[in-house]
């Protein structure tokens, strides 16, 4: 699955984050798709710039644990270079906290007190399909992507989305901007089927799924 939200002319940022165009309305959406999910799949310039720090409220982790799963998804990330300012985050530094990171380095993230694993691939190995198959050999089969876009564009690329939640705000925010997906020209292009359609003040929420 994928999740993200756009101005009303397509672009996934304001001010460099995706939070301003988000609403209480669409952070629900994103924890609840959150906990029925095995793992969210992030990339490194969005933790960073989002300041990830939890992913799930007492509640939720409450209702996964009635249900016999972890208290949270798993969080992966996808850092070819191993980004540093990783280990700063709030959500790398909770105890017991367990967070996955594909990698080509063969370096170290600076201390971190969550239960970081370091998983490396040969230079040039490392693609989303390969983290996917490492992530099910795991038994975690239902992957939530929150991009950014550029990740969210490898995914589709190599079909790996089954469905796509889109939030569409209320914003035109004008210039070129950045996308929901960066990639190269997909060819053919990707057929969505509108699933179903909510609102919520001013915002509305798009269930696609990729067609066949």
Known sequence: MGVMVASADGHAVVD??????SSPADRTLYRSLRTASDCCLVGP??????SYSTLL?????????????????????ISRR???????????????RPVLVYTESGGELPACTSDVELVRFAAGSLTPRACVEDLGSRGL???????GPSLLGAMFAAGLV??????VAPLLTGGD???????????PAVALELRSVGRAGGHLFLHYATKA
């Not at 089954?162 to 939030?167: G, H, V």
């Open 16 to 21: 460099g984050q995706a939070g301003g165009l």
């Open 45 to 50: 310039t969005t933790l960073v710039a989002e």
């Open 57 to 77: 409220d007492p509640h939720q982790r409450e209702r996964r644990e009635s249900l016999g799963l972890a208290s949270e998804p798993l969080l992966a990330t």
């Open 82 to 96: 191993l980004d540093p300012d990783l280990a700063g985050l709030e959500i790398f530094n909770t105890p017991g």
């Open 141 to 147: 089969a239902t992957v939530l992507c929150e991009g």
């Open 162 to 167: 089954d469905d796509l939640f889109l939030t």
């Open 177 to 187: 901007g950045i996308g929901i997906v960066e990639s190269a020209l997909f060819d």
